[in-house]
């Protein structure tokens, strides 16, 4: 099993950043593929970014441009660096790990606010 621990939420005005931690234990890091997701009041839960095993990453639209997700194998870490934040982006994020025919692993969750 994996355990996955998210740090680095807080809150922020619109425009400012914030980079997001997720560090996992329990298995070899580098056989999952990490993601990051978020949940706004009211709304489903959404994908924002995927990193590959191999580090290949791809972002959903409203991100692209401002969010970076990237993965340090040596430290068993993910991070999610996310700048010129707007009000939109206040949410629940949530570290996911996963790997083919493999269960897939949740964090708890850490707040992000983003407000003047």
């Known amino acids: 099993q994996v355990q996955l621990v998210e740090s680095g939420g807080g809150l922020v005005q619109p425009g400012g950043s914030l980079r997001l931690s997720c560090a996992a234990s329990g298995r070899i890091f580098s056989s999952y593929s990490m993601a990051w997701y978020r949940q706004a009041p009211g709304k489903q839960r959404e994908i924002v970014a995927d990193?590959?095993?191999?580090?290949?990453?791809s972002y959903r639209d409203s991100v692209k441009g401002r969010f970076t997700i990237s993965r340090d194998n040596a430290k068993n870490t993910v991070y999610l660096q996310m700048n010129s934040l707007k009000p939109d982006d206040t949410a629940v994020y949530y570290c996911n790990a996963y790997a083919p025919y493999s269960t897939s692993y949740w964090g708890q969750g850490t707040q992000v606010t983003v407000s003047s």
């Open positions: 990193i590959s095993r191999d580090g290949r990453t």
